[in-house]
């Protein structure tokens, strides 16, 4: 079997370290080709170096510069890899012809370009931002299928769906996707009492080791509203087809119901490199260092419908899939704003659902016709978002 030349954007992140310790366990069939990183540049370099990549992206001349200075230290015969620069590094290295498969872990919009640009390159593409297909469904996925690229989920929710999907992932015996939500750290946390959290206790996820941002997105359920919008597109079904259903165990991590009343599961711990190794090696299986799922140690499984009234921003979400693609790139650019505010102090945790109700309410939503297209209105929504928050602090 020919080693597969893999790329990692985000590297550095929880989705990059569960990645490279599967590339690392079977060096006989993967090779890191690039990894980029946006600050984390001692981290990448230790990575780069252990690797030996070839290709390297940084944000600019000054992280390259610390990039540099990092892997210096190491004093081996491994070669500098070739430093590329920003979008415009990003987006080259998605094309490149030398690695054919590329992991999209960069968080938020900011993911956006690259994982495109992979998708025109008619690429492998092991999808964990979902935030790609939030922002832009139906081009993305208009390009996968004009170049052929082959496109595979990372997240947990819809890497079960797809383990439980007929092979040729047809829907004609679909009758509903449901995706499983732990509820997150504030549960069952009074509702008069949710103003109040801080950063630091909604970043404590009950079952997941995860970055800061999707730690929040999962205290609000918005993730899951992503997960949501990411479903519709990855398996062609309607929003009336895909339910939600709180299962604090994170045992199941999504089912299938069809319409003859089976319903298949895939369950397992709660380990990224489950889904990530069967997207590396799909329509194979292989090892990885996981922990082995016990059925003995399996107690109960408990499964409950979700309060909007707990998860405002879970009901925002199903409203913009249904409204249409500006709506869900308005949606999750007032998100990363509302978040990124919420964890630098500036807004209270309940104000996250209420600035994103508010900005979708203002905006008027034109029609995206490409990408560009895209990314000028997520910066307008951004601009919005921003000019909003004194109002909300």
Known sequence: ???????????????????LDIIASHPERYQIYALSAFSRMDKLAAIAHYFAAKVVVVPDEQARQKFMDNFAVFKSHVA??????????LCETARDPASPTVVCAIVGA?????????????KKILLANKEVLVSAGALFMQAVAESGAQLLPLDSEHNAIFQCMPADLSTQHVKKLILTAS???????PLAE?????????????NWDMGRKISIDSATMLNKGLEVIEAKWLFNVSPENIDVVIHPQST???L????????????????????????????ERIAHKASEFNLSDLVRLDFQAPDYQRYPCLGLAFQALKAGLAECAALNAANEVAVDAFLNGQIGFTRIAQMIEHVLNQLSMPSLKDIDHVLEFDAHV?????AYLPKVA
């Open 1 to 19: 079997m020919p080693v597969q030349h893999i790329t990692v954007f985000g590297a550095t992140g929880s989705i990059g370290d569960s990645t």
């Open 80 to 89: 500098l890899p070739e430093i590329r620069l920003g979008e415009a590094g």
């Open 110 to 122: 900011a993911g956006l370009p690259s994982a495109y640009a992979a998708a025109q390159a008619g």
């Open 183 to 189: 509820g997150g750290p504030f549960r069952q946390t």
């Open 194 to 206: 949710l103003s109040k959290v801080t950063p630091a206790q909604a970043c404590k996820h009950p």
């Open 252 to 254: 199941i991590h999504s």
């Open 256 to 283: 299938v119901q069809y319409i003859d009343g089976s319903l298949l599961a895939q369950l397992g711990n709660a380990d990224m490199r489950i889904p990530i190794s069967y997207a590396l090696a799909y329509p």
């Open 382 to 386: 951004r601009r919005v978002s921003q």
